[in-house]
């Protein structure tokens, strides 16, 4: 498996981790009303969840095992596939910290637009760099 | 990967780019307000990347994938997973702009079923090809 899918994969399995975590501390009613921001980690929860766990993993494994681009590049742009994980991560961390601060201080959107960012060009840039990966034989 | 397979997967790659596009500027919104007009985007970033990204990417690469038949058609019936691919796509564009434009209970009803035909179609088509190693089966 090349290292960027083990990357993709590994970390994928953090955020799976993660958000069951994040998922029953939300289910704690004590929780809920010891910490004020906690109403704005549902949306987190869920985007640790279908962002960090299940569309990593997709990235990973087609990365892996999607038909090769040709013979010489079999994978495409490795730098390409290096800044769509640090985009998707670094946009989900910046969204764990954007979500609860603009509800506590709504004064304080930076990382919330940060986030926004960097996981637009995440997600873009997947969809880019796979495109011509999907292909007949 | 064969031709539908390439169709499923690009449709799904064109929702995710699209989900991810809407997500950005709910995003945007949640820390500078554009517009309360924005939130009516919210169903269609769920369908777009629930249906649209997933079940197009799980159609497609099951599609390609799966134990193939004995004998042709190797893959089964292509007009079966042909009308799977228009059944599940008319369904996700109908519920998403019925929710964005019209809010029309009718519609996005007309989509959901579409969707559901497009399961069960799929069901139908990959029931078969789930079988042991060693052990073909003809349809």
């Known amino acids: 498996m090349p290292t960027l899918s083990r990357w993709f994969i590994k970390t994928g399995l953090v955020y799976f981790v993660t958000s069951f975590v994040l998922g029953i501390v939300l289910k704690i009613p004590s929780a809920s009303e010891s910490w004020i921001?906690?109403?704005?980690?549902?949306?987190?929860?869920?985007?640790?969840?279908?962002?960090?766990?299940?569309?990593?993993?997709?990235?990973g494994v087609?990365?892996?095992?999607?038909?090769?681009?040709?013979?010489?590049?079999?994978?495409?742009?490795?730098?390409?596939?290096?800044?769509?994980?640090?985009c998707i991560n670094a946009g989900?961390?910046?969204?764990?910290?954007?979500?609860?601060?603009?509800?506590?201080?709504?004064?304080?959107?930076?990382?919330?637009?940060?986030?926004?960012?960097?996981?637009?060009?995440?997600?873009?840039?997947?969809?880019?760099s796979i495109w011509k990966r999907v292909k007949g034989k | 990967m064969p031709s539908l397979s390439v169709w499923f997967v690009?449709?799904?790659?064109?929702?995710?780019?699209?989900?991810?596009?809407?997500?950005?500027?709910?995003?945007?919104?949640?820390?500078?307000?554009?517009?309360?007009?924005?939130?009516?985007?919210?169903?269609?970033?769920?369908?777009?990347?629930?249906?649209?990204?997933?079940?197009?990417?799980?159609?497609?690469?099951?599609?390609?994938m799966l134990p193939r038949h004995g004998i042709e058609p190797i893959r089964g019936r292509l007009w079966l997973v042909r009308?799977?691919?228009?059944?599940?796509?008319?369904?996700?564009?109908?519920?998403?702009?019925s929710e964005i434009f019209f809010r029309e209970i009718t519609f996005i009803v007309i989509g959901r079923l579409m969707e559901a035909a497009s399961a069960i179609g799929f069901a139908i088509h990959a029931w078969p090809r789930i079988y042991p190693f060693g052990q073909y089966q003809v349809r």
């Not at chain 1, 506590?104 to 873009?124: F, M, Q, R, T």
């Open chain 1, 92 to 128: 989900l961390l910046t969204r764990a910290i954007g979500e609860p601060l603009v509800y506590v201080y709504p004064d304080e959107p930076i990382p919330l637009l940060v986030s926004a960012g960097l996981l637009w060009l995440g997600g873009i840039g997947y969809a880019a």
């Open chain 2, 83 to 97: 009308s799977v691919f228009i059944l599940l796509n008319t369904g996700i564009l109908t519920v998403s702009f």
């Open chain 1, 62 to 86: 087609s990365w892996w095992m999607f038909p090769a681009m040709s013979r010489e590049n079999p994978r495409g742009s490795e730098r390409a596939g290096w800044f769509v994980y640090f």
């Open chain 2, 10 to 64: 690009r449709t799904a790659l064109i929702y995710f780019a699209s989900g991810f596009t809407v997500g950005a500027l709910l995003l945007i919104h949640k820390g500078v307000p554009l517009s309360p007009l924005i939130w009516r985007l919210l169903p269609a970033h769920i369908e777009w990347l629930f249906a649209g990204w997933m079940l197009n990417l799980v159609f497609g690469v099951a599609y390609w």
């Open chain 1, 37 to 59: 921001f906690m109403p704005a980690m549902t949306p987190v929860y869920f985007h640790l969840f279908m962002i960090g766990w299940i569309t990593q993993i997709i990235v």
